[in-house]
């Protein structure tokens, strides 16, 4: 995996971009870019992002999959090979799918199926709705990012105990204390904010940096 010095300089603009935007975030400049290479890590060797949290942190994790699941700002069209299928299966609706499906990097919000995280809560146990998803769902070389202002969530670190033992990495993202989640994270962002709302706030920053980032690498014109 390449190091945080050897992140193309196009890249390193967007988290300048974000210091420039919010300088407050200068302290969590490295561990911002730490955090990126394992998602781009993953991403190259096919694997995918897992993202959960509480609260306005589980909004923050359909938001993410959301801004990866589809264009964040640059176009994201299907390959020519691709496009041919569909023509070739469907004559009639082939074409226009060709031209409005766009490109993912696969991304799961844990926080989104509502029938079986409620059934596990109700039948099994509410603190292991996040672990049992990741344990069905994760495999080695994927990243977790777990959101947590405090990082003490306990769903959460339930999760990133599933994550270690599948060989997946952990992104934690949290306020300046970091908790427990900033000891077991391989990476931890740990935004300078104590009170929820406001390290919220910078959460969002945070992750469209991240977004803009992993499209700019995967979409960008070479």
């Not at 996040?130 to 947590?148: C, W």
């Not at 300078?192 to 014109?221: A, D, N, S």
């Amino acid at each position: 995996m390449k190091t945080i010095n050897e992140v193309d300089s196009m890249l390193c603009e967007h988290i300048d971009t974000l210091i420039s935007r919010y300088p407050v975030l200068k302290p969590c400049r490295q561990s911002l870019g730490k955090a990126y290479l394992l998602m781009e890590d993953s991403y190259e060797n096919g694997g995918k992002l897992l993202i959960a949290g509480n609260g306005g942190s589980a909004a923050d994790s359909e938001h993410i999959a959301g801004e990866l699941m589809k264009r964040f700002k640059i176009p994201r069209p299907v390959p020519v090979e691709f496009s041919e299928k569909l023509n070739s299966v469907d004559s009639e609706r082939g074409p226009k799918l060709a031209e409005t499906l766009e490109c993912g990097l696969m991304a799961i919000p844990l926080v989104a199926h509502e029938a079986l995280t409620t059934a596990y809560i109700n039948d099994v146990d509410g603190l292991g709705v996040f672990a049992q998803q990741l344990y069905g769902y994760g495999r080695t070389g994927d990243v977790f990012l777990g959101i947590s202002t405090s990082g003490n969530s306990k769903n959460i670190m339930n999760a990133t105990v599933v994550a270690r033992a599948l060989g997946i990495k952990v992104i934690g993202l949290t306020g300046s204390d970091g908790g427990e989640l900033a000891d077991v994270a391989d990476v931890a962002v740990r935004v300078p904010e104590i009170e929820t709302y406001r390290v919220q706030e910078l959460h969002l920053p945070v992750y469209h940096c991240w977004c803009m980032m992993l499209e700019e690498h995967f979409f960008g014109k070479k």
